[in-house]
């Protein structure tokens, strides 16, 4: 009994502590639910799931109906929901309504003159967006996203809440990548014990493959903002788009000996920011210094990330015209850990910076309301004047190349916002003549800047880092731009970009917003066979789905001409006979949902070229295709390759673990996709090489990415001769760096899945 009492005595002070206070000083409202009383715990104190971000944003939602609503914005391939809330006073939740419509009128200039945009102007408040958690194990922003909610939501007779809640209306996206973050969370619990382990080593710090930093088909979300092709990232912008925040902030985490980084970023800048812009991403970092300077949080800005990518979550809203930024926090990765100065970093300490710096950035949006409005709408006036004034006036985009490439990419550029015409009847453009169907972008528009920055084949730098880069390279020290410095849309779709230094005149009609145009079954009553031209993406779609459905295909190793058409080398030939009794209505639908066009052919001459029953027209087999999964494939290979196989061609693909390919029965497959990675022939072993070796010697395929040739070049597995040559520098007339030839030694090695030929 003496020893309980003693016990009691001593953790009786633990009890009687004070819960930790993430704004010193401040009284919260108890009709509002607090972390404990919904999920079990305080904030900080655990990694709160997808499930528990949801529950306690509707929590909060039902508490205080009149100043917080949750909107569905889609949901993720797993089938998590994305969500954001909307947050403020209760006036401006009355008109959430409203305040978006408004926000679209003074987003198009041309449709509301300066008089009016300032009188609408003048009752709206500055539309802030949080994002958080676009990485799955970038763990704290998400919680530091409910932690924020919930102070805008209880804190009482604060003045800084009551002003940003009055001139601020607050979106929160409190994690943007579900799948990731559930898939970090179940590792970390499955991985923790008795108590959290400071030790950077232990294994609740250290993910396996693939890790939660990236979405189901293991994306990076944060480069997805140009190609746009995950939910969380199109359903994002869509969202984005309705309302046009004027401040968008995307919170990360970085590694765990460093600090705190908030804006100005680092150069290189991008040239379509503007000057405005620039400035202002001062005024927010001014006022996070002075916050983080109170409670004597480190942190730096300038260094290391830089403004010249449009791809990101903290760059894309910019060529909208809003202020984006990226602010990152050292991480834990879990609750605790130890950092290499031997100090400890907690969870609860990462939450509370990102709460802190979220507040900050609402305290600023509120003080600087009419300037944020004011540049916004200047932005996109400015944008139509240049568009207008500069030479290029427009780009032609013709359909000459790869249309449904051409396609896809029109239609991305209406994913993104910019406006797209297409030709009704061919037209005439400087010296050149452009028939039916070709798009025509005129930079007359507000999104002018966007579309520089996506279709322009190079995007220049400053001419100051530039000679800083060259001291830097000549000195052999590390390039300071953080990421991409290339990304223009039309030279990554193969397509042609004409830059129009003049307005073309013709007969235009606004572009669909979609990414595939139906095709078209030609001579649907054909009796021989029915022809669909290779070398484009609508092709490829076109041969994965009848191969889906067992229609039995040919493809024409040569060229060919029938009548007044030409056929490329690759022609998929499909035979009436041999094929189902409604192949034609078949083709027909393929056609229309793939975007390819079918000709039907009712003679089996040609003028010219290969006939149908040549010994270059060859089956198509029916590939089963499988796809190294684990290390040492790259994640992000591994995770494309598997998406673009699936999503956008249709075919299905059995992921293996690489490890398994020492046992698997490989005759089951006749493909086999090694990701960009090193090491295969490592982890597979002398007996492994053999298997996959005589597996190639069957008949089998390998379709090797990135480093993954390395196994192909090893000398134990000898698949590929590998010649080295040196490359000389006229300027230094000495070696500089090696490059690498192949040399095919096996036929049956190739790099096209769909291109499989019965020998």
């Known amino acids: 009994m003496l020893r309980l009492s003693v016990l009691l005595l001593a953790i009786a002070p633990l009890y009687a502590q004070k819960p930790f206070e993430f704004w010193p000083g401040t009284s919260y409202d108890s009709k509002i639910p607090t972390f404990h009383q919904v999920l079990g715990y305080d904030a900080g104190d655990r990694v709160t799931s997808h499930a528990g971000i949801v529950r306690y944003m509707e929590a909060l939602a039902a508490a205080a109906p009149s100043r917080l609503k949750v909107f569905d914005y889609g949901e993720t391939w797993e089938g998590r929901k994305l969500i954001y809330a909307a947050l403020g006073s209760e006036a401006n939740i009355r008109r959430l309504t409203e305040i ?69 209306l607050v979106l929160i996206d409190p994690t943007q990548n579900p799948d990731g973050r559930d898939r970090f969370v179940n590792y970390f619990e499955q991985a923790r014990g008795l108590e959290p382990d400071s030790s950077p ?37 869509k969202v984005l788009r309705e309302w ?13 000996d460093s600090t705190y980084f908030f804006s100005p970023e680092s150069d290189p800048y991008n040239p379509n920011l503007t ?50 930024m990226t602010y990152e926090q050292a991480s834990v990765r879990g609750l605790v850990v130890r950092r290499s100065d031997e100090t400890l970093l907690t969870y609860r300490d990462t939450v509370r910076h990102h709460f802190v710096s979220s507040v900050s950035t609402l305290e600023t949006a509120a003080v600087n309301r009419e300037k944020l409005l004011d540049d916004f709408y200047k932005y996109r006036v400015t944008a139509i004047e240049e568009g207008s004034k500069e030479s290029i006036k427009e780009y032609i985009l013709p359909r000459n190349r790869d249309a449904s490439a051409t396609d896809k990419l029109a239609g991305i550029l209406l994913e993104h916002g910019a406006e797209v015409k297409r030709a009704t009847a061919p037209f005439r453009a400087g010296e050149r003549d452009y028939p039916a169907g070709t798009y025509v972008v005129p930079m ?63 007969n235009f009609e606004m572009a669909k917003p979609v990414l595939v145009l139906p095709g078209e079954l030609h001579e649907a009553n054909a009796t021989v066979a029915f022809l669909a031209p290779w070398g484009s993406e609508a092709a490829g779609r076109l041969l994965a789905a009848a191969l889906r459905q067992d229609l039995k295909v040919f493809s024409s190793d040569k060229p060919f001409t029938q009548g007044a058409t030409k056929f490329p080398a690759g022609t998929l030939i499909f035979k009436v006979a041999g094929n189902p009794a409604d192949l034609g209505e078949r083709l027909a639908r393929l056609a229309r949902e793939t975007g390819a066009d079918v000709y039907g052919a009712s003679s089996g001459w040609v003028d010219e070229g290969v006939n149908f029953g040549s010994r270059y027209v060859l089956p198509v087999r029916k590939p089963a295709i499988a796809l190294a999964w684990d290390t040492p494939a790259a ?22 673990r690489t490890a398994q390919l020492n046992s ?8 086999l996709i090694l990701p960009d990675g090193g090491g295969y022939a490592g982890l597979l072993g002398d007996a492994g090489i053999q298997r996959v070796k005589a597996w190639v010697q069957a008949g ?5 990415l990135g480093g993954a040739v390395g196994f192909l070049t090893d000398s134990r597995v000898g698949l590929l001769d590998m010649v080295q040559e040196n490359l000389v520098r006229d300027e230094e007339k000495k070696p500089d760096r090696k490059s690498t030839r192949l040399n095919s030694s096996h036929a049956n090695i190739s790099y096209a899945v769909f291109c499989l030929k019965k020998k």
């Not at 046009?244 to 765990?256: I, R």
Request: net charge negative; charged share 25%; hydrophobic share 45%.
């Open 100 to 168: 978006r419509a408004a926000m679209q009128r003074i987003a198009d200039p041309r449709k509301t003159p300066e008089a009016e945009a300032r009188k609408i102007m003048a009752g709206l408040p500055a539309v802030i967006w949080l994002s958080y958690g676009v990485h799955g194990n970038e763990i704290s922003s998400p919680d530091a996203g409910l932690l924020t909610a919930y102070h805008l939501l209880a804190a009482r007779n604060d003045k800084l809440v009551d002003e940003i809640l009055s001139h601020v």
């Open 201 to 237: 080593v232990a294994a609740e710090h250290l993910e396996p493959w693939p890790g939660g930093r990236v979405n189901h088909y293991l994306f990076d979300l944060n480069r997805d903002w140009i190609a746009l092709t995950q939910p969380e990232i199109l359903n994002q912008v």
């Open 244 to 256: 046009f925040p004027l401040v968008y902030v995307d919170l990360h985490e970085m590694g765990a």
């Open 275 to 324: 000057a405005d812009q620039r400035e202002s991403l001062k005024l927010f970092g001014h006022n996070n210094a002075k916050w983080f300077d109170k409670y004597g949080f480190d942190y730096f800005t300038r260094e290391e990330y830089d403004a010249f990518y449009p791809g990101y979550g903290a760059s894309w809203p910019e060529y909208y015209g809003a202020i984006a």
């Open 444 to 506: 007359a528009q507000p999104s002018k800047r966007l579309i520089r920055t996506l279709l322009d084949p190079q995007t220049p730098m400053d001419d100051k880092f530039i000679a800083a880069e060259e001291v830097r390279r000549k000195l052999k020290e590390r390039t300071e731009i953080y990421d991409v410095t290339a990304w223009s849309l039309p030279l990554l779709f193969n397509v042609e970009a004409v830059a129009n230094n003049a307005v073309a005149q013709g």
């Open 635 to 656: 994640s992000s290979s591994a995770g494309a390759a598997r998406f673009v196989l699936e999503r956008q061609y249709g075919y299905p693909v059995t992921p293996v």
């Open 664 to 671: 698997v029965e490989l005759a089951k497959f006749q493909v």
């Open 700 to 704: 089998g395929v390998i379709v090797a």
